[in-house]
């Protein structure tokens, strides 16, 4: 859940009026070039009403790019780098990096507890819990230095093997994760641009040649099993399950469970991914540089490289280096959390739920073509049936979609439906920002958020909750699951309550 710049609107704009509605919750974005198919765009009157003329622009000189055949903007769009925050890519033949992101493979997770919510109803309880946790996970950007008192050690030997392994049998068990784990991953693992683990490993020693770089990784590993700054956060939630016979079903092939306690997280690559995203972006800027390389509209985020060449083989290692670091950080913090609440109520057990990304370009067929699928702000939703989950736990069902929202409207986990293929099986990744960081803490009271979250009893481990991470500094959650169900592109399984919060005050890092 990536916001990048200051664009975010706050109020209707004359971009609304560009749309040529389709249906109740989809429509059409034409854009200036003969013989160019247009943007696909999800979201009820309301919603579209909240795409700002940045995010538009940025939509559609996207769509104009080199070796872009689709776009897609969902719900929760607005202005990022380069590319909208929210939006789908699809290019058979070049390789984008804006439109990954800067944290990439930034994700979702959830951890099923076998706790009764009355387990978590007193706020004693809720306060040990919330000191446990922290005592394992540390927040906020650039924490390097910072170890957690009861956090893991990470000895380079295995952070090399993390970053190019991923959530490997061996890395899990070495870390005393559940091996598996890694059978509730959308990846669990990324090779490199050859599909070898030894690019990877090739890849890694090219980026750390000397001391100080190989110094800068180890200060980047110890940042396994950490959150990050701004939106990243750990919740406490309720599971409510939705009454109705499909969603039971699905929700039983989840391991989701009616009224009991979960954990949701949301993370990426940390500083790791930060600065390989930075280095790509200058390595590819250069190489445009060179050549003389026109930039699609002059936004230098849009640089790209042609898939075969060197710059790209380069970035799909880069990105997968990235990734697996993502990957096991989260599989990392799930197990300090169910650490952390079974030494607050011993004998606690816990299961991942799901781990699926919302930063990151993977190979997908669409529409019978093979194609590298650029999701920024976007989170993959395979439907039943669909080829790709063969083999898993949701062949029959689709996979959990996990959908944040703020804490006080809740968050979703939804399954996909077969419209999905309109959006190229893609949802939002979230509600979306609504205001952007600067106008929300200009604008809103500290006092007035601060009294909401004593009001709705949700606990938060900050002194003062973040302005620019306020419920009103996003979308309206409601509207935005309306779209995506009215889209036909997903459905609802169960509804999140958070009973308490894990975030940082500082800055984003993501």
């Not at 200060?219 to 750990?234: A, I």
């Not at 990105?319 to 950080?329: D, E």
């Not at 299961?351 to 370009?361: E, K």
């Amino acid at each position: 859940m990536t916001t990048e710049t200051d664009h975010t609107p706050t109020t209707q704009t004359p971009a609304a009026g560009r749309f040529v509605a389709t249906g109740e919750a989809t429509a059409l974005l034409p854009v200036p070039r003969a013989g160019v198919s247009p943007i696909t765009v999800i979201g009820t009157p309301p919603i579209r009403d909240t795409f700002d003329e940045p995010c538009i622009k940025q939509a559609i000189n996207s769509r104009l790019a080199p070796g872009v055949t689709d776009i897609v903007l969902n719900p929760d769009a607005h202005s990022g780098y380069g590319a909208p925050v929210g939006c789908v890519l699809v290019s058979p033949s070049h390789i984008y990096p804006g439109p990954v992101g800067v944290d990439i493979k930034c994700s979702m997770s959830l951890l099923q507890l076998d706790l009764p919510e009355r387990a978590v109803a007193d706020r004693r309880v809720r306060r040990e819990l919330i000191d446990a946790i922290t005592a394992r996970t540390p927040t906020g950007a650039g924490r390097e230095y910072r170890q957690a008192r009861k956090g893991r050690q990470i000895e380079m030997s295995l952070a090399r093997r993390a970053v190019t392994e991923g959530a490997s049998a061996g890395v899990l068990a070495e870390l005393g994760i559940p091996v598996e784990w890694a059978q509730r991953c959308e990846d669990s693992h990324h090779v490199g641009h050859d599909g070898t683990t030894d690019a990877l490993l090739g890849r890694l020693d090219h980026l750390t040649p000397d001391a100080k770089s190989r110094e800068f990784f180890r200060v980047k590993m110890s940042q396994l099993g950490s959150y990050g700054g701004g939106n990243h956060f750990g919740e406490c939630e309720i599971i409510e399950v939705d009454d109705n016979g499909r969603a039971r079903a699905a929700a039983e092939v989840f391991g989701l469970r009616d009224k009991h306690v979960a954990f949701l997280s949301h993370c990426g690559s940390r500083g790791w991914g930060a600065r390989l995203a930075d280095g790509q972006f200058r390595d590819i800027r250069v190489m445009f540089e060179t050549r003389g390389i026109e930039l699609p509209g002059g936004d230098r985020h849009m640089v790209h490289a042609e898939l075969g060449t060197a710059e790209a083989d380069a970035y799909l290692d880069d990105m997968a280096l990235g990734a697996n670091f993502a990957t096991v950080n989260h599989m990392l913090i799930n197990a300090l959390v169910l650490e952390a609440f079974q030494e607050v109520i011993p004998g606690v057990t816990g299961r991942l739920v799901y781990f699926i990304s919302h930063n990151i370009a993977r190979r997908e067929t669409i529409d019978g073509r093979e194609a590298w699928v650029h999701r920024k702000g976007a989170t993959r939703a395979f439907p039943a049936g669909h080829p790709a989950l063969q083999d898993t736990p949701f062949a029959a069902t689709g996979h959990p979609i996990l959908l944040p929202g703020n804490p006080q409207d809740g968050s979703s986990v939804m399954v996909a439906e077969q419209g999905a293929k309109l959006s190229c099986y893609s949802v939002n990744h979230g509600a979306g920002r609504r205001m952007s960081r600067t106008a929300a803490n200009k604008t809103l009271d500290q006092q007035r958020i601060d009294a909401s979250f004593e009001k709705a009893d949700i606990l938060t481990n900050c002194r003062n909750y973040p302005r620019d991470e306020a419920p009103r500094a996003y979308k309206d959650f409601e509207e935005v699951l309306k779209s995506v169900k009215l889209a036909g592109l997903a459905s609802e399984v169960a509804r999140l309550r958070a009973r308490f919060v894990i975030k940082d005050g500082d800055k984003a890092d993501d």
